[in-house]
């Protein structure tokens, strides 16, 4: 089966997150529409209900290298978070999502974005003491 070139699974997701065809309380797109190579990208998570993340907006950055979609984007909180996913610089180790922790190149931005929603959620994190909305990275 031929694999699909990164410009173009990256386009994909980029028509994808602009239509607005992604997951509920989900959102992305590309930092600099001039960016040819694709590689930096701003999301949004709404806060998942009944949790301490309810009617909170928490903004991401991406950084899609030259490897993606074979190695997975690097993942940053710019909005500050206490999950045990998220170091205090605010980055993302996925390797503890478990809905992407194995990573292939099927998985997207978007499946991501969906994990760290569920995480959010989880019982066990879901009323984690949270920094002062609004404060960043």
């Not at 980055?91 to 478990?98: E, G, T």
């Amino acid at each position: 089966m031929a694999k699909v070139p990164r410009n173009f699974r990256l386009l994909e997701e980029l028509e994808k997150g602009e239509k607005g065809l992604g997951a509920d309380g989900c959102s992305y797109g590309l930092v600099d529409s001039d960016d040819v190579m694709m590689s930096n990208w701003n999301a949004t998570i709404l806060g998942p209900p009944h949790s301490v993340h309810e009617n909170r907006i928490y903004s991401l950055k991406f950084h899609c290298g030259d490897s993606y979609p074979d190695q997975p984007p690097t993942v940053s909180f710019i909005s500050r978070i206490n999950l045990p996913c998220v170091n205090q610089y605010g980055n993302v180790d996925i390797s503890k999502l478990q809905r992407v922790a194995q990573w292939n190149r099927d998985f997207t931005m978007e499946k991501i974005l969906v994990a760290l929603r569920e995480f959010m959620a989880h019982p066990s994190n879901k009323k984690l003491p949270q920094p002062a909305e609004g404060t960043t990275y």
